[in-house]
């Protein structure tokens, strides 16, 4: 899966919202058959708690984004769209993951790539759309809400341990940490550090793009207006997004390596410094 697919596919689930959208389901379940899964295929009894827990959130996640959005209390950020743009980017890094590592494309769904979309789709359970007053605090409200569904599907609790680790982390605070933490050992989604950075490039890919990045950039401003106007506005400006493209989006798998990403971030910031 190339960059130029990926980019098509965020600008279709773009295309499509709020109006026409197709729900997250249909979001998932394509990620998950780009991923090998065939509708109705046998799976061991821990995937298949993640397989229905996954279906759990995600109803649940519709559910309460249609109510916000009738209600217009849908963050304008933190929304089904980021939900699914996070989904889409986590297919493509798993996809060219494997093509890093020499593993079958047709392959079914590995057991750490069933922990990785159950805490993509979760990462922001419902968000509350403000910001953190301390590390991984909207996080764990994410996590709080999210304990229930996994206890019902019978999650095992080292997989639900993960999970917990995985979404504490994607608080922007912990990426360049966890980026270090990396350097020099052999990337394998098999290994916790490794899946924590995939997580997080999940996450901020879509935000890193030019275009795509520039108007999620907007709409998290739309997001904080209320809550912190004045670190709303400065996110609109040309030395934030630098920052953001130097020190928050970081990019240290292989498969990010495949899709040339950090080319494209190197570009944007050489061309925002020459103004």
């Known amino acids: ?113 069933w922990v990785a979309m159950l805490a993509i789709v979760s990462h922001d359970f419902l968000h509350t759309g403000k910001i953190n007053q301390f590390p991984s605090e909207i996080e764990l409200y994410s996590i709080d809400a999210l304990r229930p569904h996994m206890a019902q599907h019978g999650v095992a609790p080292e997989d639900q341990q993960l999970i917990r680790e995985l979404i504490l982390k994607t608080d922007p605070s912990f990426v360049p940490a966890c980026h270090e933490a990396v350097q020099g050992i052999e990337f394998n989604i098999n290994n916790p550090k490794c899946l924590t950075v995939l997580i997080q490039e999940s996450d901020i890919l879509a935000s890193s793009l030019p275009g795509i990045g520039n108007q999620l950039t907007v709409q998290l401003s739309d997001e904080w207006a209320d809550v912190s106007p004045e670190r709303s506005q400065s996110l609109l400006g040309t030395k934030s997004r630098i920052f953001f493209l130097r020190h928050m989006a970081l990019f240290s798998s292989p498969s990010s390596r495949l899709l040339g990403i950090q080319p494209i971030i190197d570009r944007e910031i050489q061309r925002l410094e020459l103004g």
């Open 1 to 113: 899966m190339n960059l130029s697919y990926l980019e098509a596919t965020l600008t279709n689930l773009r295309a499509k919202w709020p109006d026409q959208w197709p729900g997250m389901g249909v979001v998932v379940n394509q990620a998950l058959q780009q991923l090998g899964y065939v509708e109705g295929m046998a799976l061991s009894t821990q995937d298949q708690a993640l397989r229905n827990c996954i279906d759990s959130v995600i109803e649940m996640i519709e559910a309460d984004g249609k109510a916000k959005h009738a209600a217009q209390q849908e963050p304008s950020y933190h929304n089904r769209l980021h939900f699914s743009d996070a989904t889409v980017c986590l297919t493509a890094l798993l996809v060219n993951q494997r093509i890093a590592s020499r593993q079958a494309l047709d392959a079914p769904p590995s057991h750490s790539e």
